[in-house]
T-cell receptor
Framework: NAGVMQNPRHLVRRRGQEARLRCSPM?????VYWYRQLPEEGLKFMVY????????ESGMPKERFSAEFPKEGPSILRIQQVVRGDSAAYFC????????????FGPGTRLLVL | AQSVTQLDSQVPVFEEAPVELRCNYS??????LFWYVQYPNQGLQLLLK??????LVKGINGFEAEFNKSQTSFHLRKPSVHISDTAEYFC????????????FGEGTQLTVNP
């Protein structure tokens, strides 16, 4: 039973470029969450999605960031026109439809903006 | 809104010594509580969780935690640590009424020395 998968594991972008981070939840999980971990800090919630729906995006920056979880395929976190302050580890978690309190985390994508 | 405070940012201990990592939370409603462990450059692994029932929760790798509602605490303990327990530990909380997003503490770096 594969865990939560994220790719790429490492991503380097220059300022102004776009970053696309992918997350495939565990089998049977229909809820996906994105968190950001800045250096030397804890994880901060960004967005909570179900298939084709954004449930809670209260932690998403108002500009340049978007997320989707289509009917088919992985969830995507998209960052447009990246800046140095976007450099962080981005973690995806998933949970099943019933016991959604328990989230299982992927290995993360470490984004470095030059 | 909920918040989590991990009182110690660094905890150095010697191998086979007992350890307690402290966590206090703030919330006006019922909560679910979690401890996660993060090894260097990896994702978060669930150690244990409290959803309801017995306030003493046992987790993986010999860890346990006790939910104390009156003191709003959820301290993590292990009677005898190993070198391999060296990692960052995160306490997290989610509220019954605010959906499933997790609020994390800033983390405690546990370093086990020989």
């Amino acid at each position: 039973n594969a865990g939560v998968m994220q790719n790429p594991r490492h991503l380097v972008r220059r300022r102004g470029q776009e970053a696309r981070l992918r997350c495939s939840p565990m089998k049977g999980h229909s809820h996906v969450y994105w968190y950001r971990q800045l250096p030397e800090e804890g994880l901060k919630f960004m967005v909570y999605l179900q298939k084709e729906n954004i449930i809670d995006e209260s932690g998403m920056p108002k500009e340049r960031f978007s997320a989707e979880f289509p009917k088919e395929g992985p969830s995507i976190l998209r960052i447009q026109q990246v800046v140095r302050g976007d450099s962080a580890a981005y973690f995806c978690a998933s949970s099943p439809p019933i016991f959604k309190e328990t989230q299982y985390f992927g290995p993360g994508t470490r984004l470095l903006v030059l | 809104a909920q918040s989590v405070t991990q009182l110690d940012s660094q905890v150095p201990v010697f191998e086979e010594a007992p350890v307690e990592l402290r966590c206090n939370y703030s919330s006006s409603v019922s909560v679910y509580l979690f401890w996660y462990v993060q090894y260097p450059n990896q994702g978060l692994q669930l150690l244990l969780k409290y959803l309801s029932g017995s306030t003493l929760v046992k987790g993986i790798n010999g860890f346990e935690a006790e939910f104390n509602k009156s003191q709003t605490s959820f301290h993590l303990r292990k009677p005898s640590v190993h070198i391999s327990d060296t990692a960052e530990y995160f306490c997290a909380v989610s509220e019954e009424t605010s959906g499933s997003r997790l609020t994390f503490g800033e983390g405690t770096q546990l370093t086990v020395n020989p």
